[in-house]
């Protein structure tokens, strides 16, 4: 018990983040229309590109003095993440946009 | 940026940090935001807006206030790889998702998950030397990083190419058995890792062969999943990218990510779920056991007749409804026939008939499959009806047309508890008074059960590629 407790101090800011935020996803989003099912999906996918702040961040202190595999491969995370971040909201944007037009 | 504003826990910390942080809270905000927004059609644009700003102000942010643990800014020479990288990424992504037809929506869905699925991974394996190996949290965090993403990206790209129709099904009793056997290994060489008590270097040959048996899993996984359960498999890859993207936010202690993470990993998971009930499946059971594969029960058709329509038949039989339900399905997909679709329902709605469009929550390859593609045929949305909202309807329906759908409007959901649908909630098309299926041929539907639908009394067939008999249609009814 002790133990159970001293984890939970040790990542009490993790734990109430992952609690909080797993909450809000599924109120979020737990009635919407089937009809955005799709644009929804979309969108969050292209948030799930927040993982460019971390390539920004390994390419950002790599050592560019010699051409390392951390630096190429970094810079290749890095557009990957930005395909998935720029395509990502570009698509559903123009899947939102089909929606849009014909509520004249 | 560099003056020192504070003290915590006995740490400096300077202007430059605070804003770092507090433009980390905004972006979150800006994510949960967005996503609100994102559920309800009159929203949904700007909703999409947010999130993006959310991204943007992250990435420059970071960019140009981010300190690694020595407090050394990024350097100049980084900051123009990282901006080349980000231009190359951007046109690469913009010119895509511009350029593609509407109709490869799912694909191009599929494809950006799999960049971030592949970014999360690589992101975790270049940490992996910087991991502190006496503390199981920040190895637990990197390993799982590279697996799920790693799962992610494979298993997406193979979504890609089934969606696409470039990769086939493959199914065989015994993946069941290997798939279990990598899953096993997976997580035995994870402990190993964890507990081996070596340094990075020395368990690099491990780290790569995760990595490799991770991607491996991801194509054997995704490989036997049947067309009808792509809807599924699809948004549990999304939940994964949002998890894996999470995981990496607990290596830099990044709140943005940790929160921006789990949020798709949450809204996909729900989103999984959804799909699932709408087939009464359970989730393992869509992973383990493929459709149709269970050696589909022979639903009671013996004797059944198809019966035939000819086209004046049909389009006078159309013409002189007052209410005519569309149950659209893959097939109008594949034929591309959505537009013709849109003229049919204009043309019949232009006599008076009340048009309206059935849509199933798991019709098509992806959640909301149905939607998009009328959308981009300018059906109106208020046009498309819930099949929850379209059911009590149907008894008082003249004529219910099926496109392309099968399953979904099989009775044997209700009927025949052997079948394999058994339970799967479907759209009454039965229950209407006159029933036109259009069909390419005599043989079964994806998922390989016979469909008694199509033998019923009030039933009629009308053979073909749905693109071209609409456009028979619609020649014919305008020529009444």
């Known amino acids: ?104 | 940026m560099e003056q020192v504003i504070g003290n915590l826990n006995g740490i400096d910390f300077t202007l430059g940090e605070s804003i770092l942080e507090l433009s980390y809270l905004i972006s979150a905000l800006l994510f949960v935001f967005g996503l609100k927004l994102l559920s309800h059609p009159e929203t949904a644009r700007r909703g999409n807006f947010y999130a993006g700003s959310g991204m943007v102000l992250a990435m420059f942010t970071t960019l140009l206030l981010h300190r690694d643990a020595s407090g050394n800014g990024i350097a100049l020479t980084n900051v123009w790889i990282i901006l080349s990288a980000l231009t190359i990424g951007s046109v690469i992504g913009w010119v895509v998702a511009r350029r593609v037809k509407m109709t490869a929506m799912p694909q191009l869905v599929s494809f950006f998950n799999a960049t971030g699925g592949a970014a999360s991974a690589l992101v975790a394996l270049l940490e992996f030397p910087n991991a502190d190996m006496g503390n199981y949290e920040s190895v637990l965090v990197t390993i799982l990083g590279l697996i799920i993403g790693s799962i992610a990206f494979s298993g997406s790209m193979i979504a890609y190419g089934k969606l696409d129709g470039k990769v086939k099904d493959i199914t065989s009793g015994m993946m069941t058995y290997v798939n279990l056997f990598l899953l096993v290994t997976v997580v035995a060489l994870s402990v190993y890792i964890m507990i081996s008590g070596q340094t990075p270097e020395q368990l690099n040959w491990a780290i790569y062969l995760l990595l490799g048996i991770s991607l491996f899993y991801g194509v054997m996984f995704v490989m036997p999943i049947g067309g009808a359960d792509m809807p599924v498999v699809i948004s549990l890859l999304n939940s994964f990218t949002g998890i894996a993207a999470a995981m990496a936010g607990f290596i830099y202690s990044n709140q943005a990510m940790i929160l921006g993470g789990i949020l798709v990993g949450a809204a996909g998971t729900i989103l999984t779920l959804l799909m699932c009930k709408a087939m009464n499946r359970s989730l393992m059971n869509v992973i383990i056991g493929a459709f149709g594969a269970n050696g589909a029960a022979a639903a009671n058709t013996e004797g059944g007749v198809m019966k035939e329509i000819s086209l004046s038949d049909a389009s006078i039989l159309l013409s002189y409804s007052k209410s005519v339900v569309i149950v659209p399905g893959y097939g109008l997909a594949v034929a591309q026939a959505q537009h013709v679709c849109h003229e049919l329902e204009e043309l019949l709605s232009g006599k008076g008939v009340n048009v309206r469009f059935a849509i199933h929550p798991v019709a098509g390859r992806m959640p909301g499959h149905m939607n998009v593609l009328l959308a981009e045929a300018d059906v109106p949305y208020n046009q498309l009806v819930e099949m929850d909202n379209i059911n009590p309807d149907m008894p008082n329906t003249d004529v219910v047309m099926v496109i392309g759908a099968n399953d979904v409007v099989n009775p044997a959901a209700i009927n025949d508890p052997a079948s394999p649908i058994a339970g799967m909630p479907i759209i009454n098309a039965y229950q209407a008074k006159n029933i036109i299926v259009m069909k390419r041929g005599r043989g079964k539907g994806y998922a390989g059960i016979e469909n008694e639908l199509f033998f019923g009394e009030k039933t009629r067939l009308l053979f073909g590629n749905a693109k071209d008999s609409l456009q028979n249609l619609v020649n014919e009814i305008k020529s009444l």
Do not use: C, W
């Not at chain 1, 050592?63 to 395909?83: C, K, R, Y």
């Open chain 1, 1 to 104: 018990m002790e133990q159970i407790l001293a984890y939970f101090f040790t990542y009490k800011e993790a734990i109430f983040i992952i609690a909080l935020s797993i909450f809000v996803g599924i109120e979020v989003i737990s009635h919407v229309p089937s009809v955005l099912h799709t644009p929804l999906m979309s969108g969050a996918n292209a948030i799930s590109g927040v993982i460019i702040i971390g390539g920004i961040i390994l390419v950002g202190h790599a050592d560019t003095s010699t051409l390392s595999l951390e630096l190429i491969l970094g810079f290749f995370a890095v557009i990957f993440a930005t395909l998935n971040v720029v395509g990502g909201f570009v698509v559903t944007d123009r899947m939102l946009e089909m929606f849009k037009k014909k509520k004249k």
